[in-house]
């Protein structure tokens, strides 16, 4: 049958496994482990200090902005990989075709 912006029409049960093999869900999953481990280096070895001074200081050529900006990318990408796995687990149960689109164009909106 037909479908509306890449899922099949509204209802139906849902088929965990069946999810879990779509590429898009397998690609959410890969890429908020990578966001995760961008935001544990950072915050685990994104700082030091030097022997004299205890003070800490951004491995990124001592720019603290270096070291917030790496940090503030991989908690947003964080969220949008959890808010975007949740609006697939989701979708299949939205029946309005217009809600749909909004979120396909939010999503390759936010991934551009």
């Known amino acids: 049958g037909g ?3 890449g899922a099949a029409k509204a209802g139906g049960t849902f088929d965990l496994v069946r ?5 898009q869900v397998l690609a959410r999953i890969v890429s908020a482990v990578f966001a995760l481990i961008v935001f544990a280096c950072l915050v685990g070895d994104g700082y ?7 003070q800490l200081f ?3 050529n001592h720019n603290e902005d270096a070291c ?9 990408a964080f969220l949008a ?3 975007f796995f949740m609006v697939d687990v989701y ?9 749909r689109k909004y979120l ?8 551009g």
């Open 104 to 111: 396909v164009l939010a999503d390759l909106g936010f991934s």
């Open 58 to 60: 951004c491995v990124f």
């Open 81 to 83: 990989c959890i808010f």
């Open 48 to 54: 030091t200090s030097g022997a004299e001074d205890p």
């Open 91 to 99: 979708f299949p149960q939205i029946s309005n075709t217009t809600d």
């Open 19 to 23: 999810f879990v093999q779509q590429p």
């Open 68 to 76: 917030r900006y790496g940090i503030g990318i991989g908690v947003l």
């Open 3 to 5: 479908g509306a912006y």
